[in-house]
């Protein structure tokens, strides 16, 4: 009887901590996580901005596979560069390490206090704040949850069944390594497994040597989930997952004789021998990502060969189930999916015309006109699909829903128009031509593009949330939009008053690329209108702030 209550303590301390780092994820996402998309998607220019990006997000999102789910989101878009995905999976490597380090400091005594802090801010207004709240309870139920860890564990130490068990693993380190990582993967996070491995090694009933083989097991296990989670994606997503667990791999595999070395280097160094465990992955994986980031281009090019691409999939629409019809909710939120679709494929559209625009390569251009047919086609599709829903009759807020979603389709084809007749002709005519920006109206586009791409994404995530904070935030992007033009056309024909022959040749190329990126804001910017409008804050499509 003894037993199984030791067994139901251990057991709820770790459903608490998993449940602890959900609430952490959810609350981080709901107050950051638009920016949080926008940064690691805009944060991998480079190699060691990339392994930061990879190493923030985990930080606070609690989670590599989140981490790892969304930088393969972001390949597959061709936001990232699949080497920079590498690098930026070793920098989430490393920061579940981190937060595994932190979290085994002693500080759980301030779970109480961070749990009250956490509900003050969950109570108030803001989505945001709530999202604050949200993270913060779940980090004061993460260091509850050690200290009931603790508790369950102390009854082990005089078990002779788990002491009999630990023998068989620690004579048997392939089978150790193994069971470790079954427990990261039930678990779903590596970081739950080395915080159980910590609990069990602060009884004492742990060799050092062994504490490392289950801390190997813990990140090989850990690197599992992402791969099964992207199997029904595209390939390009499934490089990306299955190339970090390739690497955890050939990582244990290296590691796993070298156990006992590592075990007396660390008996050498001051380190506290109750923190060995997360001394271990933390020292593990920093080694790793040394040795693993110099390899991230030819492992891209192995999991080319290794995961071939797709073929080419119908461009018809993907979401719209005819006997969906019968059931409005259903049947919207299938529309929502596929007008996100479109809203995507608009990105990659302003991707390739912006990275042309940066980089003087026209092979870059060639996929727009086949964008925004398939754009054409699927916003066609998703108006006639709605249609046949109204004829059903809706509710008041169905019917709302569906014509914000057929306003935002028909926004999106705008874009695509404006993108393929207006920008990709530009872009064409200053590389064909070999025109030259002054280096001041260049970073003027550059910049009024980025901007463009990350209110888009913004934008995305405004349709489905409906979160009143963004939509508001978007709204005034609008105003910020309208001064950097004004702000651009004025210093433009101050250089051209001035002389400036590289002014001078791409006069009407400049003012008409301001044109068409402000115009592709406001058809942007208009998917907040109907949140705005309900709330009362609009006067004539704008914020009675920005108006008085």
Not at 116 to 134: D, K, N, P
Not at 402 to 422: C, F, P, R, T, W
Request: charged share 20%; proline share 4%; glycine share 8%.
């Amino acid at each position: 009887m003894e037993s199984t209550i030791v067994m139901i303590n251990l057991f709820g301390a770790v459903a608490l901590l998993l449940f602890g780092l959900a609430q952490v994820k959810d609350g981080v996402s709901r107050a950051f996580g638009a920016r949080l998309r926008t940064g690691l998607a805009t944060g991998t220019r480079s190699g060691l901005r990339s392994f930061l990006s990879g190493f923030v997000a985990t930080i606070a999102l609690q989670s590599s596979t989140a981490t790892a789910l969304m930088v393969a989101s972001f390949v597959e878009r061709e936001l990232v560069k699949p080497r920079m995905a590498q690098i930026v999976l070793l920098g989430a490597n490393v920061g579940t390490a981190v937060t595994a380090w932190i979290v085994a400091t002693g500080i759980a005594w301030l779970s109480p206090l961070v749990i009250l802090a956490g509900m003050i801010l969950h109570r108030s207004g803001s989505s945001s704040r709530q999202g604050g709240g949200t993270a913060l309870i779940g980090i004061g139920l993460m260091l509850l949850s050690l200290h009931l860890l603790s508790s369950a564990t102390e009854p082990m130490r005089q078990s002779p069944a788990l002491g009999a068990f630990i023998a068989l693993l620690d004579n048997a380190w392939p089978v150790a390594l193994a069971f470790s990582a079954g427990i990261a993967f039930i678990s779903s996070s590596s970081l739950a497994a080395v915080v159980l491995i910590l609990s069990l090694a602060s009884t004492g009933i742990l060799s050092a040597g062994l504490v490392i083989v289950l801390v190997l097991g813990a990140n090989l296990g850990g690197a599992i989930p992402p791969v099964i989670a992207s199997l029904a994606g595209p390939a390009a997503a499934r490089r990306v997952t299955l190339s970090n667990l390739i690497v955890r791999a050939i990582g244990c595999l290296i590691a796993l004789p070298l156990a006992g070395y590592g075990a007396e280097l660390l008996g050498t160094l001051p380190l506290t021998p109750a923190k060995l465990p997360v001394d271990a992955h933390l020292g593990f994986n920093l080694i790793l990502a040394a040795l693993a980031w110099p390899f991230s281009r030819p492992l891209s090019r192995l999991m080319l060969r290794l995961v071939p691409d797709d073929t080419q999939p119908d461009s018809g629409p993907r979401y719209l189930d005819p006997q969906e019809l019968s059931t409005p909710v259903v049947a919207l939120a299938s529309a929502t999916r596929e007008v996100l679709g479109v809203g995507d494929l608009i990105e990659r559209m302003l991707l390739r015309a912006s990275s042309a625009f940066e980089s003087n390569d026209l092979a870059k251009l060639k996929e727009i006109p086949s964008l925004e047919k398939r754009v054409d086609s699927l916003q066609q599709e998703v108006k006639i699909y709605l249609s046949k829903l109204g004829h059903g009759g809706l509710s008041e807020e169905d019917g709302r829903r569906s014509i914000v979603i057929i306003d935002y389709a028909i926004n999106l084809e705008h874009m695509g128009d404006i993108i393929e007749k207006g920008l990709m002709p530009q872009v064409t005519k200053k590389v064909s031509l070999g025109l030259k920006f002054s280096q001041e109206g260049y970073e003027e586009l550059q910049k009024l593009f980025h901007l463009t791409i990350d209110n888009l994404r913004i934008a995305q995530t405004i349709l489905v949330t409906r979160d009143f904070n963004l939509a508001k935030q978007l709204m005034e992007v609008k105003v910020e939009v309208r001064r950097m033009e004004k702000q651009s056309s004025e210093r433009h024909l101050e250089r051209l008053r001035d002389g400036r022959a590289d002014s001078l040749q791409t006069s009407s190329l400049h003012l008409d690329m301001l044109r068409d990126l402000k115009r592709i804001n406001a058809h942007i910017v208009s998917v907040a209108h109907p949140i705005l409008d309900e709330s009362g804050l609009l006067i004539e499509s704008r914020l009675k702030g920005a108006a008085e």
